[in-house]
């Protein structure tokens, strides 16, 4: 007589958040500081150059920002000038108190955490660039990890690695399925599927479309972060 196949474990206990456009709301803070950036490296505002280099930087919402640098202007050394630009420009579009909370966001991230989830939360700016808007937020101390793509050895989304960090650091599942990831780009879409996360959640309060979050990998996609605590319930019943 045979014992039965155990049933896996279905709790969802590592939920990585993406922070622009998911959690935190920052009004096109990106694009303004992106063309601060341009600027300084003599694309003027208005002109069909900076134009088309704009476009590019709302298509690739999401992706590192040292990389959109490097494809837009090539020289690596013009790459880490526009990205300093663009991190000093945010940072202090951001110390004017230009983000706040996506509505629910916090509540979202408390419920999970009193649920017994371990949250992180990602980005794809640098570290002094996260640090304040974290401080801007008061949310330091929110979670237990906060990752930049330097803190998973330099690559950003759409690879895995942030997902992949908070795995390992935190050690709070044994599965990768057993990961939730959220974000509202496709490029944290991308980044969960390639992690093998369990839910990929795409959220529709930032940079693109139900349409695009599905074609890049979104297992679900709601409305605002503030929907993911019950989605995740759901899946566990």
Known sequence: M???????????????????????????????????????????????????????????????????????FGEEEKARYANTAFEEAYGELVDGGRVAPVPGAREAVDRLAAEGRTVVLTTGFARTTQDAVLAALGWHDLVPLTLCPADAGGRGRPCPDMVLAAFLRTGAVDDVRRIAVAGDTSYDMLSGARSGAGIVAGVLTGAHDRDRLERSGATHVLGSIAELPDLIARAEA
């Open 2 to 72: 045979t014992s039965a196949t155990p049933v896996p474990d279905r709790r969802f206990d590592l939920v990585v958040l993406d922070m622009a456009g998911t959690t935190v709301a920052d009004g096109g803070l990106v694009e303004q500081a992106f063309s601060a950036a341009a600027e300084r490296l003599g694309v003027k505002p208005g002109s069909e150059e900076h134009e088309r280099q704009l476009h590019y930087v709302r298509a690739t919402m999401g992706e590192s920002k040292i990389s959109v640098f490097r494809h837009l």
